[in-house]
């Protein structure tokens, strides 16, 4: 009774730190509080000359008759004088970088944009922003070379002070400040796969350390360990059980659920590189494998537990094939072939994963189980894509509708009807008499 109890209480913390990290994350992705309620101290010179420059995101130019900008340019729209220019005017600059903003007695003045292969080398597009008296100063945003932006603040050039990141289409990916131009102090990067990188950043702005952690979609259950460039190197099975916040930034606290230790193990085109059964610390807590309820499917994939819509439940990892490859040992694909990305199935060149007949059974494997899910025209799930920490990109599962705990998991192979198997072609027929 004693220990029944106690894992319900541990359920119903965790369960409240979920919700409250939810609710934070959903706060900062519909309202701009994080960055206009935290605008930075003054940024003082000795702060921005400190660190290496090629790390910073900033704009060092004033006045356009004064050095260093005046020793740049290579071309001015329209202008003769530089020292009178005025109005919305392009410059072009020696080192390629190119400035288009209003100007005033040589000075830009309101909304303005800088762009060029300075910024590419800290994953930067361009920069635009307010300019007061020829100085990036104010509101601003920088947009990265992924197509999302950062929204935050610039102080003499240099962006400085709380940064919220958005995708094109609205969705939250990067929480955290910068210092002086550089990414620092506990930061939150949204991976694709719904998985978020959180951790205090190097001095270079990179996710690089021995504290840093991997949160899985479910936001509690995470691999915390060393990372370098945000890369895993060597990690064990956490769980969130605690947090506190340091300049409006969620900064959880973890606890070790497991000595077991996972790596970046990329698969080849030859074999595994993860142990076999080394289970995914979030994929097994959602989903199951066991007889399928679907007559002569064998194995299945389950729900554990009760899932919302949307949600990334389970990965695929294979062997790596490029097009015309095959398994060695293996006539043919095995009938477990899946492009990598599944928008690219089209590409002539695209890449797909396989896996050898002697692994897809969970007796020889279970480090990933996206592969046990059986077929259906009406399915529960589809193909997404995951960059997993410690398998890289691959294809991953997202639920399309609620799923109850001991549903079957069902997915929608897209095979050629023309190359498909007799089961598939009859499975069709009986799936389209349903609907005459």
Request: hydrophobic share 35%.
């Amino acid at each position: 009774m004693a220990i029944t109890t106690e894992i319900k209480e541990h359920e119903d913390k965790t369960t409240k730190i979920e919700g409250e990290i939810k609710k934070w994350l959903e706060k900062i992705s519909k309202t701009l509080d994080f960055i206009y309620n935290n605008e930075p101290e003054e940024l003082s010179v000795s702060d921005a000359l400190s660190g290496n420059p090629k790390f910073k995101v900033c704009d060092p130019y004033g006045a356009v008759y004064e050095p260093p900008l005046k020793d740049k340019i290579e071309y001015i729209e329209n202008c003769s004088r530089p020292e009178k220019l005025y109005g919305q005017t392009y410059i072009k600059l020696k080192n390629g970088e190119e400035i288009q903003a209003f100007w005033r007695g040589g000075r830009r003045e309101g909304w303005g944009t800088i762009l060029g292969p300075r910024f590419e080398q800290f994953g930067v597009t361009h920069l635009t922003g307010e300019y007061k008296d020829g100085i990036l100063s104010g509101r601003g945003k920088i947009f990265m070379l992924n197509a999302s932006l950062r929204e935050g603040w610039f102080q003499h050039g240099y962006f400085h002070g709380p940064a919220r990141g958005v995708t094109l289409d609205g969705n939250l990916d990067y929480i955290g400040w910068y210092r002086a131009g550089t990414p620092a102090g506990f930061t939150w990067k949204k991976i694709r796969g719904d998985g978020w990188l959180v951790g205090n950043l190097d001095s270079t702005g990179q996710f690089t350390g021995t504290d840093i952690a991997y949160l899985f979609p479910d936001l509690k259950t995470a691999l915390l360990g060393e990372f370098i460039q945000g890369e895993l190197v060597s990690a064990h099975p956490a769980e969130i059980n605690g947090f506190k916040y340091i300049n409006d930034v969620l900064v959880p606290s973890f606890e070790s659920t497991s000595d077991k230790i996972y790596k970046r193990w990329i698969s080849t085109n030859k074999d595994f590189s993860c142990p076999y059964h080394l289970v995914d610390p979030y994929e097994s807590k959602v989903v199951t494998v066991k007889a399928s309820g679907m007559e002569g499917a064998g194995e299945g994939l389950f729900a554990k537990v009760d899932i919302d819509a949307g949600t990334i439940v389970s990965y695929y990892n294979g062997l790596r094939l490029c097009v015309g490859e095959s398994i060695d040992g293996e006539l043919d694909e095995t009938g477990y072939a899946i492009y990598l990305e599944s928008n690219l199935r089209k590409d002539k060149d695209a890449k797909h994963l396989d896996i050898p007949t002697k692994y897809q059974s969970c007796k020889t494997y279970t480090a990933s189980l996206a592969h046990k899910l059986n077929h259906s025209f009406n399915p529960n799930c589809a193909w997404d894509n995951a960059e997993h920490p410690v398998h890289g990109l691959v294809p991953a599962v997202r639920t399309l509708k609620p799923v109850q705990a001991g549903d079957e998991l069902t997915i929608h192979y897209n095979l050629d009807m023309e190359k498909a198997s007799e089961w598939y072609k009859d499975e069709w027929e009986r799936h389209s008499l349903l609907y005459l």
